[in-house]
């Protein structure tokens, strides 16, 4: 079996905003308000920009959250005879990387701890477990598992019948 | 090599798909935007009522010569709280109720961006007005030095003053976490397709509300700080035998008060941008000039305070400047006017009753518009100060403008929201009462200014009598009137008078968006199954996302 890689999946969470347009923002709020409160600081109201730094932190704040959160991938990379989970954040490297083999891997949805909870997406491969999707909603979990089922498709099975484009940009939202 | 991207938003709350709890603690614990929403719009109409009893106290006074009801003291402190609480408890959670429920579901995310955040602002509210309306009960009554809190005066309150300030530290940091969670949330959980020339006006009005809030919340935050420091840790800001400047304390609170103004109207213009071309079934004319005239009035709020101050004796060129800056809002203001009716002009318009409330926003919202460009001139403003004329004018602004839109947004949305259509003989009865009882109660408050009666006094010449009586019984009409929108809402949350869940998910005909394309009532969590929105703005669905996704 050789380790050429056919297909990889990247997971990550919907975002609409870019870093640049987040420091854009930031730029174009911080420099409302610190002028207002500078402004009035000189003229010897100076309480009003110790609010305006404290307000400007908290949103800074809500934003590298929201970055962060952003920046948040999963990447499964089908190879010929393993599939490999690599898990971080974008740009900084995998935090965490498993490698299964593919032939004895299975795809599994199951239902969440509680009523109503979310389900979750498991790749289980004889006692190593490792899920997969928290970023995902239900119906995306489902969708990404038919897709991972195709993918992993063992060996000893013909091939699916679904030709793989080499370089497939299939974007699931 | 092939890459997929599988993308959503992520969701920081442990909740994520769970049901909701049961019994009060749903309401407690709850992280959801819809039952968030929910709990702003139950207490800002708890709010409005508290308010609306406030100011029937005041009218029955004013019903005729002489004292009747309460003593001048107690009724500057009834004047105090009622516009507190309608400006602070009424209008803006009301605002932030509407946006907690449709933002979300407008831009096709699931939830907003800091749902524990969230809940957190809400339930600092109910804490806040319960101790700013406890303090009739303190020694010295409740703060009666107007809502604009002008020192030497308001300093001469008694108890109830440090508990004003916290008070209003505690709505003003509830109003910036829902100025934060409304920015973030749009900016970055917008779904894909969805970009900001796509976003409904309504979301575009919230966007740059909330950058009003963050701008002047530490303004307002700053000066009732430095009041507290002046009455009791010995500071001078505002005193003058201390070297303090008392002027430059309404040159704060207006630098805050006026965008303020127009936090309290511009989600207004986004309810009425999306209210009238659903009615009319034709795209709003002149979106694009929708969103710039809205970010033009927010910025020259910026930079027309002074004119709420022009008899306090600032230059000529002063006065000219704020004179001038004033009457320019009236271009981006005519052209949002002009926009609803080209909107409206040869539309397949019907009048069901949201529509009837946003036309009469229009209209109505026009007069209190133009009594505001009356104010604006320098000269006149000298005749008009401190009477029933400036009374007049921004009751026209907040009543048939920012509560007539909000009341017009729950009969839209209400249908969405419980699955239930409201009455619609009663929502009729509602807005001709509404309409008629507000005129009533308002428009002989102009006569009554132009005649020289000022505003905040108990008792008055007797020949501003007839006026006061007409205007007395306008707001007993119009506070009973709001018995039949309360009674609608209700049976269409709790399906009283046989009411099912019957409607469809667009609701109304001529509704677009991405709202409308999930089952009314809305579920739980919404888009569980990300939209992808389409060149008109509502989501593209099976085969097509498909395609767009390959």
Redesign the interface.
Known sequence: MSSTLCTRLVIGPNASLSTLQACLFMGLLGTVSLAIGGFFAVRGFWPILPFAGLELAAVAAALVHALRRNAYREVVSFEAATISIAVGMAGRGAGAKVVLARSGTRVLVEAGPYRNSPTRLRLSCGGQTVELGHCLTDAERERIAVRMRELIHPGWRAAPKRQTAPVESWLQI | ????????????HDD????PDKGIMRWIKTTNHKDLGTLYLFFSFTMFFIGGLMSLVIRAELFQPGLQFVDPELFNQFTTMHALVMIFGGVMPGFVGLANWMVPMMIG??DL??PR?NNWGFWLLPFAFTMLLSTFFLPGGAPAGGWTIYPPLVLQTGNSFPILIFAIHLMGISS??GA??I??TI??????G?TLLKMPLFVWTWLITA?LL??????L???V??LL?DKYFGTS?FNAAGGGDPV?FEH?FW?FGHPEVYIMILPAFGIISSIIPTFARKPLFGYASMVYAVASIAFLS?IVWAHHMFTVGIPLAGELFFMFSTMLIAVPTGVKVFNWIATMWGGSMTYETPMLFAIAFVFLFSIGGFSGLSLALAPVDFQYHNTYFVVAHFHYVLVPGAVFSIIAAIYYWIPKWTGRMYNETAGKWHFWLSSIFINVTFFPQHFLGLAGMPRRIPDYAVQFTDFNMVSTVGAFGFFVSQFIFIFNVLACCYGWFGRTRNVSNQVWEGATGLEWSVPSPAPYHT??????VGDDGMPVHGDA?AA???
């Open positions: 090599m092939a890459h997929e991207h599988a993308h959503d938003d992520a969701h920081g994520h798909a769970h049901g995310c699931s961006a800091l955040v910036i976490t934060i969670n920015v973030v900016l970055n959980m917008r779904a894909p969805m950058y963050i701008a002047v919340m530490p303004v935050a700053g000066a700080t430095m420091t800001f430059m704060i630098f910026f888009f569980e199954d990300q939209p992808l996302v767009a996704a390959h």
